[in-house]
Antibody
Framework: EVQLVESGGDLVQPGGSLRLSCAASGFTFSSYWMTWVRQASGKGLEWVAS????????YYVASVKGRFTISRDNAKNSLYLQMNSLRAEDTAVYYC?????????????????WGQGTLVTVSS | DIQMTQSPSSLSASVGDRVTITCQASQDIRNYLNWYQQRPGKAPKLLIH???NLETGVPSRFSGHKSGTDFIFTISSLQPEDTATYYC?????????FGQGTKLEIK
Protein backbone atom coordinates (compact mmCIF):
# COMPACT_ATOMS: atom_id res chain seq x y z
CA GLU A 1 0.00 0.00 0.00
CA VAL A 2 1.36 3.38 -1.01
CA GLN A 3 1.72 5.73 1.94
CA LEU A 4 3.00 9.28 2.22
CA VAL A 5 3.35 10.79 5.67
CA GLU A 6 4.32 14.43 6.10
CA SER A 7 5.81 15.94 9.22
CA GLY A 8 7.56 19.09 10.38
CA GLY A 9 4.75 21.60 10.24
CA ASP A 10 4.77 24.17 13.03
CA LEU A 11 4.14 27.75 14.06
CA VAL A 12 7.05 29.94 12.95
CA GLN A 13 7.67 33.67 12.97
CA PRO A 14 7.89 35.69 9.77
CA GLY A 15 11.40 35.46 8.39
CA GLY A 16 11.94 32.09 10.03
CA SER A 17 12.75 28.69 8.60
CA LEU A 18 11.17 25.26 8.65
CA ARG A 19 11.93 21.88 7.10
CA LEU A 20 9.12 19.61 6.07
CA SER A 21 9.60 15.88 5.55
CA CYS A 22 7.58 13.28 3.73
CA ALA A 23 8.18 9.60 4.41
CA ALA A 24 7.21 7.34 1.53
CA SER A 25 6.47 3.62 1.58
CA GLY A 26 4.79 0.95 -0.48
CA PHE A 27 6.41 1.83 -3.81
CA THR A 28 9.82 2.27 -5.40
CA PHE A 29 10.39 5.86 -4.32
CA SER A 30 13.37 6.45 -6.62
CA SER A 31 11.22 5.72 -9.70
CA TYR A 32 8.85 8.67 -9.30
CA TRP A 33 8.86 12.43 -9.49
CA MET A 34 7.59 13.92 -6.23
CA THR A 35 5.74 17.15 -5.60
CA TRP A 36 4.70 19.54 -2.83
CA VAL A 37 1.27 21.19 -3.05
CA ARG A 38 -0.12 23.64 -0.50
CA GLN A 39 -3.56 24.85 0.50
CA ALA A 40 -4.30 27.88 2.62
CA SER A 41 -7.27 27.53 4.94
CA GLY A 42 -10.51 27.69 2.97
CA LYS A 43 -8.63 28.24 -0.29
CA GLY A 44 -7.71 26.23 -3.35
CA LEU A 45 -4.71 24.10 -4.21
CA GLU A 46 -1.38 25.57 -5.24
CA TRP A 47 1.53 23.60 -6.71
CA VAL A 48 4.75 24.51 -4.89
CA ALA A 49 7.60 22.40 -6.26
CA SER A 50 8.52 19.15 -8.00
CA UNK A 51 11.71 17.11 -8.05
CA UNK A 52 12.95 14.49 -10.49
CA UNK A 53 13.55 10.88 -9.54
CA UNK A 54 17.27 11.37 -8.96
CA UNK A 55 17.01 14.95 -7.68
CA UNK A 56 18.74 16.35 -10.77
CA UNK A 57 15.85 18.61 -11.79
CA UNK A 58 13.76 20.84 -9.55
CA TYR A 59 10.95 23.22 -10.38
CA TYR A 60 9.28 25.86 -8.21
CA VAL A 61 6.32 28.21 -8.29
CA ALA A 62 7.54 31.78 -8.70
CA SER A 63 6.39 32.90 -5.26
CA VAL A 64 8.76 30.52 -3.44
CA LYS A 65 11.74 30.52 -5.81
CA GLY A 66 14.90 31.45 -3.94
CA ARG A 67 13.28 30.82 -0.55
CA PHE A 68 12.22 27.15 -0.69
CA THR A 69 14.33 24.13 -1.64
CA ILE A 70 12.91 20.74 -2.54
CA SER A 71 15.16 17.73 -2.06
CA ARG A 72 15.00 13.99 -1.62
CA ASP A 73 16.95 11.10 -0.15
CA ASN A 74 16.17 7.97 -2.11
CA ALA A 75 18.10 5.79 0.34
CA LYS A 76 15.70 6.96 3.07
CA ASN A 77 12.58 7.09 0.85
CA SER A 78 12.09 10.66 1.95
CA LEU A 79 11.13 13.97 0.39
CA TYR A 80 11.90 17.33 1.95
CA LEU A 81 10.98 20.98 1.66
CA GLN A 82 13.34 23.49 3.23
CA MET A 83 11.45 26.71 3.73
CA ASN A 84 13.39 29.92 4.47
CA SER A 85 12.38 33.57 4.80
CA LEU A 86 8.85 32.50 5.57
CA ARG A 87 6.01 34.94 5.06
CA ALA A 88 2.46 35.09 6.36
CA GLU A 89 1.22 34.12 2.91
CA ASP A 90 3.10 30.81 3.19
CA THR A 91 0.64 29.71 5.88
CA ALA A 92 -1.04 26.58 4.58
CA VAL A 93 -1.37 22.84 4.79
CA TYR A 94 1.48 21.33 2.79
CA TYR A 95 0.90 18.03 1.01
CA CYS A 96 3.47 15.79 -0.58
CA UNK A 97 2.25 13.86 -3.58
CA UNK A 98 3.52 11.28 -6.04
CA UNK A 99 3.52 11.75 -9.78
CA UNK A 100 1.57 8.92 -11.39
CA UNK A 101 3.99 8.15 -14.19
CA UNK A 102 6.80 5.77 -13.25
CA UNK A 103 10.27 6.45 -14.66
CA UNK A 104 9.11 9.72 -16.22
CA UNK A 105 11.69 12.06 -17.70
CA UNK A 106 9.49 15.13 -17.25
CA UNK A 107 7.20 16.26 -14.40
CA UNK A 108 3.73 15.25 -15.50
CA UNK A 109 2.19 16.35 -12.16
CA UNK A 110 -0.62 13.83 -12.39
CA UNK A 111 -0.74 13.32 -8.64
CA UNK A 112 -2.13 9.90 -7.77
CA UNK A 113 -1.16 9.58 -4.11
CA TRP A 114 -1.17 12.30 -1.48
CA GLY A 115 -0.17 12.49 2.15
CA GLN A 116 -2.49 13.77 4.86
CA GLY A 117 -0.77 17.15 4.97
CA THR A 118 1.17 19.11 7.58
CA LEU A 119 0.18 22.60 8.77
CA VAL A 120 2.62 25.48 8.54
CA THR A 121 1.59 28.68 10.28
CA VAL A 122 3.66 31.82 9.84
CA SER A 123 2.72 34.39 12.43
CA SER A 124 4.25 36.60 15.10
CA ASP B 1 0.97 30.95 -16.21
CA ILE B 2 -2.12 29.18 -17.52
CA GLN B 3 -5.29 30.26 -15.74
CA MET B 4 -7.94 27.63 -15.06
CA THR B 5 -11.50 28.81 -14.59
CA GLN B 6 -14.08 26.47 -13.10
CA SER B 7 -17.81 26.92 -13.06
CA PRO B 8 -19.90 26.95 -11.07
CA SER B 9 -17.99 27.77 -7.88
CA SER B 10 -20.63 25.94 -5.88
CA LEU B 11 -23.74 23.90 -6.47
CA SER B 12 -26.33 21.96 -4.59
CA ALA B 13 -28.02 18.89 -6.02
CA SER B 14 -30.08 15.91 -4.92
CA VAL B 15 -29.10 12.28 -4.68
CA GLY B 16 -29.50 10.71 -8.10
CA ASP B 17 -29.06 13.98 -10.02
CA ARG B 18 -26.67 14.39 -12.92
CA VAL B 19 -24.05 17.03 -12.09
CA THR B 20 -21.74 18.83 -14.47
CA ILE B 21 -18.72 21.03 -13.77
CA THR B 22 -16.86 22.96 -16.45
CA CYS B 23 -13.21 23.99 -16.58
CA GLN B 24 -11.71 26.42 -19.10
CA ALA B 25 -8.04 27.03 -19.70
CA SER B 26 -6.62 30.41 -20.69
CA GLN B 27 -4.76 28.73 -23.55
CA ASP B 28 -4.66 25.38 -25.32
CA ILE B 29 -3.66 22.58 -22.93
CA ARG B 30 -4.39 19.73 -25.35
CA ASN B 31 -5.84 16.98 -23.12
CA TYR B 32 -3.50 17.54 -20.20
CA LEU B 33 -6.15 17.96 -17.55
CA ASN B 34 -6.85 16.20 -14.28
CA TRP B 35 -9.86 16.21 -11.97
CA TYR B 36 -9.51 15.79 -8.21
CA GLN B 37 -12.01 15.30 -5.41
CA GLN B 38 -11.31 16.74 -1.98
CA ARG B 39 -13.62 15.74 0.83
CA PRO B 40 -13.73 18.02 3.89
CA GLY B 41 -10.60 17.70 5.99
CA LYS B 42 -8.99 15.21 3.59
CA ALA B 43 -6.28 15.23 0.97
CA PRO B 44 -7.25 15.52 -2.70
CA LYS B 45 -7.91 12.33 -4.62
CA LEU B 46 -7.18 11.89 -8.31
CA LEU B 47 -10.35 10.90 -10.18
CA ILE B 48 -9.60 11.53 -13.86
CA HIS B 49 -6.39 12.16 -15.80
CA UNK B 50 -5.77 13.11 -19.42
CA UNK B 51 -9.21 14.74 -19.50
CA UNK B 52 -11.18 11.50 -19.73
CA ASN B 53 -9.27 8.57 -18.22
CA LEU B 54 -10.80 7.26 -15.03
CA GLU B 55 -8.28 6.44 -12.33
CA THR B 56 -8.28 2.83 -11.18
CA GLY B 57 -10.88 2.18 -8.48
CA VAL B 58 -12.91 5.32 -9.14
CA PRO B 59 -16.63 4.64 -9.61
CA SER B 60 -17.89 4.75 -13.18
CA ARG B 61 -20.48 7.42 -12.36
CA PHE B 62 -17.57 9.89 -12.66
CA SER B 63 -16.50 10.88 -16.15
CA GLY B 64 -14.71 13.61 -18.03
CA HIS B 65 -14.41 14.80 -21.58
CA LYS B 66 -13.30 17.72 -23.72
CA SER B 67 -15.79 19.74 -25.68
CA GLY B 68 -14.16 22.33 -27.88
CA THR B 69 -12.02 24.37 -25.48
CA ASP B 70 -14.01 23.34 -22.40
CA PHE B 71 -13.37 20.39 -20.12
CA ILE B 72 -16.47 18.80 -18.67
CA PHE B 73 -16.65 16.73 -15.49
CA THR B 74 -19.83 14.76 -14.88
CA ILE B 75 -21.28 12.73 -12.05
CA SER B 76 -24.05 10.70 -13.67
CA SER B 77 -25.99 9.87 -10.52
CA LEU B 78 -25.03 11.83 -7.43
CA GLN B 79 -24.39 9.88 -4.24
CA PRO B 80 -24.23 11.23 -0.67
CA GLU B 81 -20.51 10.48 -0.43
CA ASP B 82 -19.85 12.78 -3.40
CA THR B 83 -20.11 15.82 -1.15
CA ALA B 84 -16.75 17.44 -1.76
CA THR B 85 -14.87 20.17 -3.56
CA TYR B 86 -13.73 19.29 -7.07
CA TYR B 87 -10.67 20.78 -8.74
CA CYS B 88 -9.40 20.70 -12.27
CA UNK B 89 -5.65 20.98 -12.91
CA UNK B 90 -3.68 21.48 -16.10
CA UNK B 91 -0.27 19.91 -16.61
CA UNK B 92 0.52 20.99 -20.14
CA UNK B 93 2.87 23.73 -18.94
CA UNK B 94 4.82 24.47 -15.80
CA UNK B 95 3.70 25.66 -13.37
CA UNK B 96 0.81 23.23 -13.14
CA UNK B 97 -2.23 25.22 -12.12
CA PHE B 98 -5.55 24.38 -10.49
CA GLY B 99 -9.01 25.77 -10.93
CA GLN B 100 -10.49 27.57 -7.96
CA GLY B 101 -12.67 24.59 -7.07
CA THR B 102 -16.36 23.71 -7.18
CA LYS B 103 -17.99 22.98 -3.86
CA LEU B 104 -20.68 20.35 -4.28
CA GLU B 105 -23.33 19.87 -1.61
CA ILE B 106 -26.19 17.43 -1.36
CA LYS B 107 -29.66 18.92 -0.92
Amino acid sequence: EVQLVESGGDLVQPGGSLRLSCAASGFTFSSYWMTWVRQASGKGLEWVASIKRDGSEKYYVASVKGRFTISRDNAKNSLYLQMNSLRAEDTAVYYCARDRVEMATIPYTVLDYWGQGTLVTVSS
Amino acid sequence: DIQMTQSPSSLSASVGDRVTITCQASQDIRNYLNWYQQRPGKAPKLLIHDASNLETGVPSRFSGHKSGTDFIFTISSLQPEDTATYYCQQYDNLPPTFGQGTKLEIK
